[in-house]
């Protein structure tokens, strides 16, 4: 009698971590929305560049294209975030031919002076998320989804849970 309680459980087990949609494993992103991707060869120029002309931008180093492309990966899923991009210009070319959804978020500078680079700033800085169509949920809609799929579990244990104590009453 316990051993198909245990079997029915799970299986219920089993098919609720079969439904489950796979979770990416692509980690948190913590650098700013608006930020310059450089390498230590010119990344305290731009730095220098963007204090000369009062503009107030991070410049983070990267060290390898594997680095770049995780981080514009991150462009994806936030669509506030806008990057320009100084060195490792060949992986941003690939990611632009890959998502041309970006294009607009994503600035390339490939001739690296102290023009183009204040020109590429002052286009990520200029750029506005809130005035762009974006086609992201909103925080309300998972909310109401996980409060319904939350009422109909709790609903389903409740409703076993009552039952078992009535038959162990009855007993």
């Known amino acids: 009698m316990m051993n198909k309680k245990y079997i029915k459980i799970l299986v219920v087990c089993f098919i609720l971590l079969v439904g489950i949609t796979g979770v990416s494993a692509h980690g948190v992103d913590v650098t700013a929305d608006k930020m310059v991707i450089a390498n230590d060869t010119n990344g305290q120029l731009v730095k220098d560049i963007a204090d000369s002309n009062g503009i107030n931008i ?12 995780h981080q514009l990966e991150h462009m994806l899923n936030n669509t506030n975030k ?16 890959k998502h041309p959804e970006v294009s607009d978020r ?15 700033i002052k286009a990520v800085e200029s750029y506005d998320s809130s005035s762009q169509n974006n086609s992201t949920t ?3 809609l998972p909310l ?7 009422v109909i579990v709790g609903l ?16």
């Open 144 to 150: 109401l989804i996980g409060l319904i799929i939350g």
């Open 138 to 140: 909103s925080f309300g």
């Open 106 to 120: 994503l600035q390339v500078v490939d001739d690296v002076n102290n023009q183009t680079v204040v020109d590429g």
């Open 82 to 97: 806008s990057i320009l991009v100084v060195s490792y210009q060949s992986t941003a070319h690939d990611f632009l031919n």
């Open 58 to 69: 991070s410049v983070y180093k990267f060290t390898s294209d594997d680095e770049v492309e």
């Open 156 to 171: 389903g244990c409740g409703i076993y849970l009552m039952k078992r104590k009535d038959k162990t009453k009855k007993e």
